[in-house]
């Protein structure tokens, strides 16, 4: 029985039998040796069991009071605020079970609580960061939109401030657009779409997107993999993701730097590595660059929004795999993305 784990109800049921036991065996050596006295001898007897037994019982509820009173205590504390309080459930029983039962019922609301003051903290922080990003862009803005207005009327600068106004503009969007595809990822409204895509197609489309901007910055961009390699995803997100980290790459090189994107599948997984020449990522600065905004004390880069590298994070990860980056001062950073082979498709042959 369940109840008997309790060692004090234990210890009242044992005082209630040797009371009763007592009792019976008083009655018949008073039955044997003075039955002429016998009743009013086994009324005293009985009177004293009785006695005994009650006493036996008040101590025992008195002890379950004290200890209920103090259970609604820590109860009320806990309601008060002091989220750490907990009852002191050591002891075996029932009742003792129930206790425990209330603390990890606590623990749980702690949890719950602190997640939810984690929560307004990085909203706090987002709207922080947006409003800061947001900032610097509607300033510049202002200033060219005042500039446009009457303050110059050579056409050429006219020009140059609508140029510069275009890309304040870009930026501004890019930013939307981001913290949108973000926030769809972190609501889990995104539905995936994944096929079997070929990795050099998709490389292919990346290289296309860049050579401008390579030829214009003098950079190199090279590209290289195995033609039949298939990889399951979403084709459109997965390209957001390359197309994040390579532009990081283009961002954190100078004129005549290299930015390397090779892929190779293995008999369980494939890996793509985007590689550049670079100056590299500080130390100190590795295990942060995922985080949304982050800004580097070291970094030379002044229009980076820090959200490119969290989304392609996310976005990878949402298609079964996963990021990796290594990185040395002045030589250069290296990103791998590695998807199992319970990811992998091979390609169907026509017939």
Known sequence: MKILADKKIRKLISIILAAVTGFGLLSAWIMSYRPGTAPLLILVCGLGMGVLILAACCRYFSEQNKIMEDAAEKITEFLSGNLETRISCEEEGEMYRLFHEVNSLAAILNAKVEKEQGSREFLKNTISDISHQLKTPLAALNIYNGLLQGETEDL?????????????????????????????????SIVFDKTSVNIADLMGEAELHFAYRARREEKELTVEGEEDTFLMCDRVWMTEAIENIVKNAF???????????????????????????????????????????????????????GLGLPLAKMIVEANGGAIEVASELGKGTEFILTFPLCTLSLEIPRI
């Not at 140059?160 to 501004?172: C, Q, T």
């Not at 892929?263 to 985007?274: E, P």
Request: aromatic residues 6%.
């Open 156 to 188: 050429s600068e006219v020009r140059e401030f609508a140029v510069l106004s275009e890309k304040e503009l870009e930026r501004i969007e890019t930013l939307v657009q981001n913290l949108l595809k973000i926030t769809k990822l972190d609501a889990g």
């Open 251 to 305: 961002d954190h090189t100078e004129k005549g730097d290299r930015i390397e994107v090779r892929w190779k599948k293995s008999a369980s997984m494939v890996r793509i590595h985007i590689k550049d020449s670079g100056s590299g990522i500080h130390p100190e600065d590795l295990h942060h660059i995922f985080k949304r905004f982050y800004r580097s004390r070291f970094s030379k880069d002044k229009q980076g929004l």
